[in-house]
């Protein structure tokens, strides 16, 4: 079976910026687009020495910039036979015949930035996009014949009643996605978000948002294989679980992150240096660390935790074992979380060892 091996494409470009998002992402420097494109393909051209098995196109926006231009990007990346390859989508401006474009470079996979399907909700999250336009896209994405998608929700943002994620949640399967995100709002520092505490979500009321998207969503027929994420079998994300296994795998673009034997390292941050760097033939990383091999292994162990296979039962003490009882099930010599154990799944990973 051929090694996992992952490319990550930034677009950091976005027509506004959300009130929470801390990534690296610009509205005033769409003039770049052309440009940004470019080096993307050329430092793809130059660093990318075998077959990638997944491809993850995120941002930002990457459905802001030209259909064709991203597609020639992608196409510059070698890829195995039958590699994933995903990109992020705003509602708003999916059609037919920009996910024809995707398909036609090997796209074969989606991933759409729903967060709510309720308008007050998304106005309290500072997203801008119609929840009927999340029907319009799904439409599209059928048309095209795309072979998997994902729906991305977050809750927890200001104001949403438990109600209000309900319906979120019911007008999401009622789509019939195979495979949904959860993610529970974060404060990320230097975000407008950070700077209003009248804001910031409540944990009671996210573990009760949790349980109720596990309900639904397995009621279903999606299956919990990580702590925010469900799929139908074989419909999980190949990508993100490279990651969660700390596969090596290379990025491009504004401030994207590689990783490779332990070492990682993360370009410069604004699309001017990136475009700059590349054009010079000059290195875009901006710092790195290499992590020791026991900072490697207890980080290993915290990501496996979050999935469904959880990580071998002696990688907790016995006692511990008793202590987290509720929290954890050991299983065929395997530690995995319960339920309310994946509300904890940070506090329970400390007592890794």
């Keep these: 079976m051929r090694e996992a091996f992952g ?15 801390s990534f690296a992402t610009w509205t005033d420097r769409h003039h770049l687009q052309r440009d940004y494109l470019d080096a993307l393909h050329r430092d793809i051209g130059r660093s990318v020495d075998r077959p990638a098995t997944t491809v993850f196109v995120g941002g930002g926006t990457p459905t802001l910039v030209d259909p064709d231009g991203l597609a020639a990007v992608i196409r510059s990346i070698p890829v195995v036979d039958g590699a994933e390859v995903t990109v992020e989508c705003n509602p708003d401006d999916v059609t037919v015949e920009m996910l024809a474009t995707y ?13 709510s399907m309720v308008p007050q909700v998304l106005a309290s999250l500072g997203r801008w996009h119609q929840p009927d336009n999340v029907e319009r896209a799904v439409e599209a994405i059928r048309a095209v014949g795309m072979p998997t998608w994902n729906l991305d929700l977050i809750y927890g943002g200001a104001g949403e009643t438990l109600a209000d994620w309900e319906r979120t949640l019911r007008r999401s399967v009622a789509l019939q996605p195979p495979h949904v995100s959860a993610y529970a709002l974060t404060v990320e520092a230097g975000t407008p978000l950070a700077a209003q505490p009248d804001r910031h979500p409540d944990d009671d009321d996210q573990a009760d948002k949790y349980e109720l998207a596990d309900d639904v969503l397995t009621a279903a027929g999606l299956a919990n294989y990580e702590v925010s994420n469900w799929a139908r079998p074989g419909h999980e994300s190949r990508h993100n679980r490279l990651y969660w296994l700390q596969a090596d795998y290379l990025g491009f673009g504004a401030a994207a992150h590689s990783h490779r034997t332990g070492r990682r390292w993360w370009n410069v941050r ?11 033939g000059e290195s875009t990383e901006a ?57 904890l799944a940070n506090e329970v990973s400390m007592h890794l060892r």
């Design 103 to 115: 398909r036609a470079a090997g796209v074969n996979r989606v991933s759409v930035g729903v967060q």
């Design 7 to 21: 490319v990550y494409v930034h677009i950091p470009f976005c027509a506004r910026r959300c009130d929470y998002c």
């Design 270 to 280: 604004t699309p001017d240096r990136y475009i700059a760097a590349v054009a010079a």
């Design 287 to 343: 710092a790195g660390e290499t992590l020791d091999d026991d900072t490697r292994r207890i980080e290993g162990l915290q990501l496996a935790l979050r999935m469904r296979e959880g990580v071998p039962a002696d990688a907790f003490d016995p006692a511990d074992l008793d202590r987290l009882d509720g929290l954890v099930e050991v299983r065929d010599g395997r530690a995995l979380l319960t339920r309310r154990g994946r509300l």
